[in-house]
């Protein structure tokens, strides 16, 4: 009868055997994937075999990838074009869209800012709208592209905004002349930078700026350094006309029509930002602000003229004190 030792020694000889089929097995696939042909008992050695075998995976991540870019028929809540850059890369780099080597050796391919994904620059016109920006390439928060932003943090508005108001409204709501009135502007400038390192753990409370009008600053300054505004420069005209509207359903409608045109992180934002705007005009009996004194301070911040001569910019400017205003009227039926 066999000693157990014996059985053990068998056991662990048919375990090695397996292991080695199922590395033998690999090679196989891998060899076949990459279109080799390995011939004969003798497999490569292992300083031919390493770097075959990192090869073949980096081209399968590359195919996983180039599949979910292009099969996702889902498409995110908050659509983001990729920030594409041309990019120098540095050893042998694949495109992440069709799999293909990037040659030479500098400026092979452009790389997403946001997302660091890395394509051949003729593939990038083909890579679908669904950047996903990662924090690590997402580094400050003030001048950030807004749905940049939020899809980095998974928030539905920029923390800024979420921040500022809830401040403002826990402590400032009855402030004389809030908004109007600015903070110290080294302050807010200190606001701004905290943010950019600290994220949603800055503290912005009374033990840190005990005056409200730095965070109602802050909170300006933010929305001013958008490079997209709020209302965004494809939606800019229609807001625009509908402003310019005399009869009063044509111009809720023309609202309507027109606030369907933002992405929807501004859109988000902007709803966020009437409802609160609305909330300081009820406590005007305090604080003095109305409506149309928002509109004035708001208008310019949340619309910019998008590459219009300096007089239709003039002329733009009631129009953009207007259309805040209405928005803030007509927040609970608009937004």
């Known amino acids: 009868m066999p000693s157990r030792e014996s059985y053990e020694v068998r056991k662990g000889e048919k375990s090695l055997v397996h292991k080695a089929k199922q590395e033998a097995n690999q090679q196989d696939i891998l ?8 011939s004969g008992p003798q497999k490569p050695p292992a300083t031919i075999w390493q770097p075959l075998k990192l090869f073949a995976y980096s081209q399968l991540t590359s195919l996983v990838r180039k599949a979910t870019l292009k099969d996702n028929s889902l498409p995110p809540k908050y659509v983001k074009v990729h920030n594409f850059k041309v990019h120098t890369f540095r050893g042998p780099h694949w495109c992440e869209y069709c799999a293909n080597f990037m040659w030479g050796l500098t400026a092979q391919g452009v790389k997403c800012a946001d997302c660091g994904l890395n394509v051949h620059k003729q593939c990038s016109t083909m890579v679908p709208c669904n950047c996903v920006p990662d924090l690590k390439h997402v580094k400050k928060v003030y001048s950030c592209e807004l749905t940049t932003l939020v899809k980095a943090h998974n928030t539905k508005r920029p923390m800024v905004v979420d921040m500022c108001i809830q401040e403002i409204e826990s402590r400032g709501l009855k402030t004389e002349g809030l908004y109007r009135i600015s903070g110290f502007s080294d302050s807010v400038e200190d606001v701004k930078s905290t943010f950019d390192r600290d994220g949603e753990k800055t503290d912005i409370s009374a033990n840190a700026y ?18 997209i505004p709020v209302i965004s420069y494809d939606a800019y005209p ?8 005399e009869d009063p359903e044509k111009r809720l409608e023309a609202f309507r029509e027109a606030l369907e045109l933002l992405p929807v992180a501004h859109s988000e934002t902007l709803r966020y930002l009437m409802a609160h705007l609305k909330r300081v005009t009820l406590n005007e009996k305090d604080n003095l602000m109305n409506a149309e004194n928002l509109g004035i301070i708001f208008g310019p911040t949340l619309l910019r003229a998008p590459n219009l001569d300096a007089m239709t910019a003039l002329n733009d400017i009631r129009y953009q004190r207007q259309v805040v205003e209405f928005l803030i009227k007509n927040e609970d039926i608009l937004l």
Do not use: H, Q, S
């Open 31 to 38: 060899a076949a994937a990459l279109g080799m042909r390995i």
């Open 210 to 227: 005990e005056d409200i009008n730095v965070i109602t600053g802050a909170l300006k300054l933010y929305l001013r350094d958008l490079p």
């Open 238 to 245: 229609r807001f625009i006309e509908a402003a310019k509207l």
